[in-house]
């Protein structure tokens, strides 16, 4: 058996935050890694976001129910970043609660 490190191994961290309109809002998830995977709710919005981290160093995101490509503009082992409100599809509109779970 191998037992993987915390450089490898999917250790989640969850929290929230307020949304305030600003581009490309950084939101720290405290991985000291690089993301694999970033979920993304609030129960008063209607979106639900999915950020995948792809084989291209970069991630996307998948607004469910419908492709956005705006709501998570990227990320790094310190923070994510989310778009601005001023986009409907955003992760980031002022006054909304959002939670999040980054694996």
């Known amino acids: 058996m191998t ?5 490898t191994a999917f250790v989640p961290y969850s929290s ?10 950084a939101i720290a998830h405290y991985l000291n890694r690089l993301p694999r995977y ?6 008063s919005a209607t979106y639900i976001f999915h950020a995948l981290y792809d084989t291209r160093l970069a ?8 492709t956005a490509l705006v709501a998570v ?8 970043f989310v778009g601005d ?3 409907a ?7 909304v609660e959002y939670r ?3 694996i």
């Not at 929230?16 to 809002?25: L, P």
């Not at 991630?59 to 419908?66: D, L, S």
């Not at 503009?73 to 994510?80: A, E, L, R």
């Not at 599809?89 to 006054?95: E, F, K, M, Q, V």
């Open 3 to 7: 037992v993987l490190d915390n450089s």
């Open 16 to 25: 929230t935050y307020i949304g305030n309109d600003a581009a490309n809002r």
């Open 38 to 43: 970033i979920f993304i709710w609030s129960d």
């Open 59 to 66: 991630c996307f995101m998948v607004n469910v129910p419908y």
């Open 73 to 80: 503009t990227g990320w790094n082992i310190v923070f994510f």
């Open 85 to 87: 409100g001023a986009n």
């Open 89 to 95: 599809y955003s992760a980031n509109s002022l006054g």
């Open 100 to 102: 999040y779970v980054a």
